[in-house]
């Protein structure tokens, strides 16, 4: 190549030589090569350049500070070529799929939090048992041969539209009907599935208002929604008690039994707070028995009744084989479930990296009053400060000095509270604000939101709840109001033994303020006290060490790990 010729091309406004330029003409005939060519071999060169540029920028090494402050954090990026929002994972959680709760395979773009919520939690101390995955992949397969639209759905559905029940099925259902404030759904909802799992039914989900706005799918393949063209969808909100179709109506009215019951196409479950004790003989095994030969059974609760299911002889071992360690029912149904939606995933993790991410300590406190009145009350907040210092959850304030200087293993503790008023949050904030702590702590107060009152009906209202719910499951330490299933919901999912504030009277904070609750579990707040053989009243709370009454509810039932009795 005449390196001066194609520095001549390069720079065309120097003058040219005559004698080069000839000379310039005989060496680009005997070589082959014209100006095209030339700048051919200029564009691969820097080609190649930049594709190494590109390898070299792919396969940096990640930054370790990505997400300071989070609990055993991996590090995760979005891919900037992609328009839609999902995450690609470079450096996978050692445990995404929760020590085996979860199915691999899905679409992580669609469900964001499925996989990621290890990111933000410590690795929980309860592992799930090797049967109970076991029986969880049997029940993703058995919802994938009959869920909605199957073949052996389509079969069942023709004898529900006949009215009758004639032939047995391959497959028999469970229909959750959407009912009751968003706490009591999820955990009346962990309680059908547990149910569906025990009888070998499918679990199908009425979807109310917003249940696909808040909750991902969690089976494999086939939906958990109930179709909207179900014929029995237009009747979900007349069911009742007294409806012809309640099994404790039936009972009451002596129209069932096991051999009529043999031909009923659908049977409704009525197990609410104000069900009598016809509806209460659902916990009675020779009834479970009627059952198994009713293809569809359509539940609406807005009680935990799991308790109650332990008390039930032919569920028995069968239970002891899904759960040994009693307390975790729920922190493993609740975390297999119930997988925030992209938009609450959004809500959830902007928050926690805002606020949360970076402290030492974070200290959720959940409120929730059931007095008449708009609040805050000073009484309220008296016990959450009296509990929270006493239980060494939050440090005291120096009234007397402005500054106090900090000690050398000064720490930070962030403080998320949730109530419906933002009074509580205010007093606390700045009580911190106005005052230094004696240990030296630098202390934050947040609160998400503040409606004022329970809004279940409002899309926006529910999608925050849902997202306080959880946010408060990633606290370290939690101490929750009493009878609230928002705050039973977050110790579950979180695996928090919770401080439980006592219901006050008469306006004025319990002594001692607050107590530790025996396990995580869930309250079931209107259990049966029947015993089914002797058919007279017990007390259920003291037939077996693993069943117990809750503290914050005497008639109340809850699960307890009796080695820790």
């Not at 091309?9 to 014209?34: I, M, Y």
């Not at 051919?40 to 300071?68: E, H, M, Q």
């Not at 939050?394 to 402005?402: F, H, S």
């Amino acid at each position: 190549m005449d390196m001066k010729r194609f520095r001549k091309q390069l720079n065309p406004s120097k003058p040219t030589d005559p004698e080069d330029e000839a000379v310039s003409r005989v060496a680009e005939r005997k070589s082959g090569l014209n100006t095209m060519r030339l700048m051919g071999i200029l564009a691969a060169c820097l080609t190649i350049l930049t594709v190494l540029v590109t390898i070299s920028v792919i396969y940096r090494p990640p930054p370790t500070d990505r997400f300071p402050g989070f609990p055993e954090a991996r590090v995760f990026e979005v891919k900037a070529e992609k328009e839609d929002d999902s995450t690609q994972f470079l450096d996978v959680p050692k445990d995404k799929l929760l020590g085996g709760l979860l199915a691999a395979g899905f679409d992580e773009g669609s469900c964001l939090s499925r996989y990621q919520s290890s990111l933000y939690r410590k690795a929980p101390p309860h592992k799930p048992s090797s049967y109970l995955l076991s029986r969880l992949r049997k029940y993703e397969a058995l919802h994938k041969r009959c869920g909605p639209y199957t073949e052996a759905y389509n079969k069942t559905l023709e004898q529900l539209n006949s009215g009758r029940n004639n032939r047995p099925t391959e497959c028999n259902y469970v229909i959750w009907i959407s009912f009751s404030g968003l706490g009591n759904r999820i955990l009346t909802l962990a309680s059908a599935f547990l149910y569906a799992l025990l009888t070998n039914r499918v679990l199908l989900v009425d979807r109310g208002a917003d249940m696909t706005d808040l909750f991902c799918e969690p089976f494999p393949e086939k939906s958990w929604l109930l179709p909207l063209d179900f014929p029995l969808n237009y009747q979900f909100n007349s069911f009742d008690q007294k409806s012809p179709q309640c099994y404790g109506n039936m009972l009451k009215n002596n129209i069932t039994n096991n051999s009529t019951g043999s031909l009923l196409p659908y049977l409704y479950l009525h197990l609410v707070h104000d069900y009598g004790d016809h509806d209460k003989l659902f916990f009675c095994d020779q009834d479970q028995t009627l059952f198994q030969t009713v293809p569809w059974l359509i539940m609406k609760t807005d009680n935990y009744f799991v308790p109650s299911l332990f008390l039930i002889p032919s569920f028995e071992q069968e239970l002891s084989n899904l759960f040994p360690d009693k307390q975790t029912v729920f922190h493993h149904l609740g975390r297999y479930l119930f997988h925030p939606s992209n938009p609450v995933w959004g809500m959830i993790t902007r928050y926690y990296q805002a606020y949360l991410a970076k402290a030492d300590e974070r200290v959720g406190i959940q409120i929730r009053v059931f007095d008449t009145g708009t609040g805050p009350f000073q009484h309220v907040f008296d016990q959450v400060l009296a509990c929270a210092v006493k239980e060494k959850l939050l440090p005291e304030v120096n009234a007397q000095e402005p500054i106090v200087s900090p000690s050398r293993n000064q720490g930070s503790k962030a403080i998320l509270m949730t109530s419906l008023s933002s009074g509580y949050f205010e007093k606390l904030r700045n009580m911190y604000w106005e005052h230094p702590t004696l240990t030296g702590e630098v202390i934050g107060v947040f609160q998400p939101s503040h409606e004022e009152h329970q809004q279940t009906e409002k899309q926006m209202h529910n999608r925050k709840a849902w997202a306080e719910m959880y946010l408060l499951s990633l606290t370290d330490a939690l101490i929750t109001s009493s009878w609230s299933t928002f705050g039973y919901v977050a110790q579950g999912l979180g695996g928090l033994k919770p401080w439980i504030l006592d219901k006050p009277e008469n306006r004025t904070a319990p002594d001692p303020p607050c107590r530790r609750a025996m396990s995580m579990e869930p309250c079931f707040h209107a259990p049966p006290f029947y015993d089914c053989k002797a058919k007279i009243g017990i007390d259920t709370g003291a037939l077996v060490p693993h069943v117990r009454h809750c503290e914050d509810m005497s008639w109340g039932l809850k699960l307890v790990d009796h080695e820790e009795m």
